[in-house]
C-alpha cells in the first residue's frame, strides 16, 4: 500500500504540462579513529526533488553504519517522501511516507503515513503539520501503534560560500504520553559550484525504547556534499 502511494505523486507529476524541475543532492559523512579505540562511522544522505508549477515531491535517504573495535553499533535506514499540492500562494497539502530501521532502538521496521499542510513562511523557512498513522515493530516482537500530531521546521538558507540546512520534527502521541523527537542539521562551505564541506549533526529522542537502551542517539561527522 505505501508502495503505491510513493508512486502515485510521480505519475501525477509525470502527466502534468507544466515544466519539471529536478534537484538532487547526495552527502558522505564520516569519521575513523585508530589506536586504543577502533572505530569508524559513515552517513549518506540524498535527496531527489521534483517540482513543477502546482506539485512538488520531495524524497529522502539516510543510512548510516558504524563499527566500534569490530562490532557493528549502527545500522539505521531512514526514508521520508513527501508529495505536496498547491494551494495557495505559500499553502501546500501534503502527504506523507515514511519508513526506518534502527539496530540502535531495536527497531526492525516502523512505518508510518499521513496528511497535513506546509506553510512557506519564505523562500527558506517552512512548517509542517500533520496527522500521522504510525506503527513500530521492534526486534523483539513487540509491536507499538501510535496515532500522532507531527509538526516539523525546515531551513535551507544561504549566505555567502556558507549553507545551512536543518530538519527538525516534534511528534507527541494524541491519545498516549508519548513523544519523539528527530534533529538533521548541516552547514556547508562550497569548495566549488556543486561541491561543498559539510559538518553534519544528527539527534534523535524516543520515550518509549526497549533492551536497555537509551533515549537519545547523536551523531556530529564530516565529510562532501555534491548536488546540482
Not at 516502523?110 to 506503527?135: C, H, M, P, Q, Y
Request: glycine share 4%; net charge positive; aromatic share 14%.
Amino acid at each position: 500500500m505505501k508502495f503505491i502511494l510513493f508512486l502515485f505523486p510521480l505519475c501525477v507529476l509525470s502527466h502534468s504540462k507544466d515544466t519539471l524541475h529536478i534537484k538532487y543532492g547526495e552527502q558522505l559523512t564520516g569519521f575513523y579513529n585508530n589506536g586504543n579505540n577502533n572505530s569508524f562511522y559513515i552517513n549518506t544522505a540524498s535527496n531527489l526533488v521534483l517540482e513543477n508549477s502546482k506539485t512538488k515531491n520531495n524524497t529522502i535517504c539516510n543510512y548510516s553504519y558504524g563499527q566500534q573495535t569490530n562490532v557493528v553499533n549502527q545500522n539505521e535506514y531512514f526514508f521520508n517522501d513527501i508529495f505536496s499540492y498547491k494551494l495557495g500562494k505559500k499553502l501546500y497539502a501534503v502527504a506523507l511516507v515514511e519508513l526506518e530501521q534502527s539496530y540502535m532502538r531495536s527497531i526492525h521496521l516502523r512505518s508510518a503515513g499521513g496528511v497535513g499542510v506546509t506553510w512557506n513562511i519564505s523562500k527558506s523557512v517552512s512548517i509542517t503539520d500533520l496527522f500521522l498513522l504510525d506503527e513500530t515493530d521492534y526486534s523483539d516482537g513487540s509491536l507499538l501503534y501510535i496515532e500522532h500530531n507531527s509538526l516539523r521546521l525546515r531551513i535551507n538558507h544561504s549566505f555567502s560560500k556558507f549553507t545551512f540546512k536543518t530538519e527538525m520534527y516534534a511528534m507527541p502521541d494524541i491519545k498516549q504520553k508519548y513523544f519523539r523527537f528527530r534533529s538533521n542539521m548541516s552547514l556547508g562551505y562550497k569548495l566549488s559550484k556543486s561541491v561543498s564541506f559539510i559538518v553534519s549533526l544528527q539527534d534523535a529522542y524516543e520515550q518509549y525504547v526497549i533492551n536497555n537502551r537509551l533515549n537519545n542517539d547523536f551523531n556530529l561527522s564530516f565529510g562532501l556534499s555534491i548536488s546540482n
